[in-house]
């Protein structure tokens, strides 16, 4: 089992709809979650940051984490075709050697089409 | 001006050459990683660095060292490059203070070719 996993997609939505993107991890103890966006060719840029059980809003962006469940989502209202892009999972997976490094899932490819 | 730089943005070199991939911060983060990004295999880590003094080996070093020459720089050689090193390479920076929220933030990349 992948320490991070996400469907790869593609995930195809149309412009205003919302887009539903998740994540799994495997470590119980797991304690900061991350979502990244990664246009083709580009560096990954961080669009949210979520620690604690439940939602994190920003903009037309909902984080959702669960870690009964191990189980992280990223949520984007009113899609936009600018959304397109691939959409990085990371975890900081568990404390001691660990603490501070991030293990990120594959991604999952996301379009929206007008 | 970008908070993570690196250099050279794009580079093709020869199997067997050496070469250095260098990341500069400004923003006063004392942790520095190196990633590669191949396509179907997401980001993986090289080598990561949580101060001056500490360089660790993260989940493909093999053929990889790195130098932290100060806080602010890291960079990554290819002692010997072969073709399946053939890919996109990030630097990375977090910051540990006190209530760090241990995100990372992305240089550009280097997108190298091993011919």
């Known amino acids: 089992q992948k320490e991070v996993e996400q469907n790869s997609g593609p995930l195809s939505v149309p412009e205003g709809a919302i887009a539903s993107l998740n994540c799994t991890y495997s470590?119980?103890?797991?304690?900061?979650f991350f979502w990244y966006r990664q246009y083709s060719g580009k560096s990954p840029e961080l669009i949210m940051s979520?620690?604690?059980?439940g939602d994190k809003e920003d903009g037309r962006f909902t984080a959702q984490l669960n870690k009964a469940s191990q189980y992280v989502s990223l949520l984007i209202r009113d899609s936009q075709p600018s959304d397109s892009a691939t959409y990085l999972c990371?975890?900081?997976?568990?404390?001691?050697?660990?603490?501070?490094?991030?293990?990120f899932g594959q991604g999952t490819i996301l379009t929206v089409h007008p | 001006d970008a908070d993570v730089t690196q250099t050279p943005r794009n580079r093709i070199t020869k199997t067997g050459k050496r070469i250095m991939l260098e990341c500069s911060q400004t923003?006063?983060?004392?942790?520095m990683y190196w990633y590669r990004q191949d396509p179907g295999l997401g980001l993986r880590l090289i080598y990561y660095?949580?101060?001056?003094?500490?360089?660790n080996k993260g989940e493909i070093s093999d053929g990889y060292s790195v130098s932290r020459q100060a806080q602010a720089k890291f960079s990554l050689s290819l002692e010997s490059a072969i073709p399946n090193q053939t890919a996109l390479y990030f630097c990375?920076?977090?910051?540990?203070?006190?209530?760090?929220?241990?995100?990372?933030?992305f240089g550009p990349g280097t997108r190298l070719t091993v011919t």
């Open positions: 990375a920076t977090s910051d540990s203070g006190q209530g760090a929220s241990h995100e990372q933030y």
């Open positions: 470590d119980r103890v797991s304690q900061s």
């Open positions: 979520i620690y604690s059980n």
């Open positions: 990371a975890v900081n997976l568990s404390g001691g050697t660990s603490y501070g490094k991030l293990t």
């Open positions: 923003k006063g983060h004392d942790r």
């Open positions: 660095s949580f101060d001056v003094k500490d360089i």
